[in-house]
């Protein structure tokens, strides 16, 4: 049975899913573990179109995920983490959050490409969309760069979901060298990636990063892997999971990682 570690609750902008409602469908699903990893995203642009504010009340959550670890305790388990939203000018602000609670697992993204959200059509306007994509290839090591006290890279080809042709045109090859820089980068410091399943989800027929990403991972070193799908209602906790044991170990993995006190435990996938 698999754990389910990037999910939100209406702790973030985007949700209105109970943290409840999420882990009784993980039950459901009959998985071991889910993680709740809800947006703290600061310095989120306001957009006209969804005014979104990706902020939660640290102090709030915390008490609640405390709260549903002892509700659930012989159900499931149930761990505490978050999803940063990863700016350059962040990385203070991200450190002293990170010392003033105790998150088993923290997941880097990028959300925002030099403060441009790729969700929206502006981003691509006057630009091709591979030019669209290696800003985004580009801002990675950046961020990692300013700020590395994180466990895994969430969704790294994440901007593929918003491309006006998604990943159509799009392949590792395309961006290796970017992509290889990414991956030595985060082997070297010790950080791992996440197998994020909401590609399914929104039609692409990969999950992020795509199977070649994976592959190379693996290939220069990568083990530690998360899965993750996502989601932001409880109809996609776990969504495409049944496809995760035989599409990893085709990428050349045995198993795949959770985190407890930021500390990396490795399940064996079931053959």
Not at 28 to 50: A, E, Q, R, V, W
Not at 180 to 206: C, M, P, R, S
Not at 221 to 232: K, Q, S, V
Request: charged fraction near 20%; glycine fraction near 8%.
């Amino acid at each position: 049975m698999l754990w389910d570690t990037h999910m939100h609750s209406n702790f973030s902008g985007d949700c209105d899913s109970t943290p409840e409602s999420m882990i009784e469908a993980a039950i459901t699903k009959g998985l071991s573990g889910i993680c709740l990893t809800d947006h703290m995203d600061y310095d989120f642009p306001s957009h006209p179109k969804n005014p979104v504010i990706f902020e939660f009340d640290p102090d709030a959550y915390q008490q609640k995920i405390q709260e549903l670890q002892l509700q659930y305790a012989d159900r499931i388990s149930v761990r505490y983490g978050i999803e940063l939203g990863l700016q350059p000018h962040l990385a203070e602000r991200h450190a002293k959050l990170l010392e003033s609670y105790p998150y088993d697992f923290v997941i880097a993204s990028s959300h925002l490409v030099h403060g441009k959200d790729p969700y929206y059509a502006e981003y691509y306007n006057g630009r091709t969309e591979k030019e669209a994509y290696l800003e985004y290839f580009h801002s990675i090591p950046e961020n990692i760069r300013a700020f590395s006290d994180f466990d895994v890279y969430g969704h790294l080809d994440y901007v593929v979901r918003y491309g006006p042709d998604q990943n159509a045109n799009y392949s590792y090859a395309a961006y290796a060298d970017l992509i290889d820089e990414i991956l030595k980068q985060l082997i070297g410091l010790g950080k791992g990636i996440e197998v994020n399943t909401a590609g399914f989800k929104y039609g692409l027929g990969h999950p992020h990063p795509c199977e070649d990403i994976l592959k190379r991972y693996h290939a220069l070193g990568g083990e530690i892997l998360t899965l993750g799908a996502d989601a932001h209602q409880p109809a996609h906790v776990a969504y495409g999971f049944d496809q995760l044991p035989q599409l990893l170990q085709s990428c050349g993995f045995s198993y795949y990682t959770v985190f407890k006190n930021r500390k990396a435990e490795f399940i064996p996938l079931e053959k």
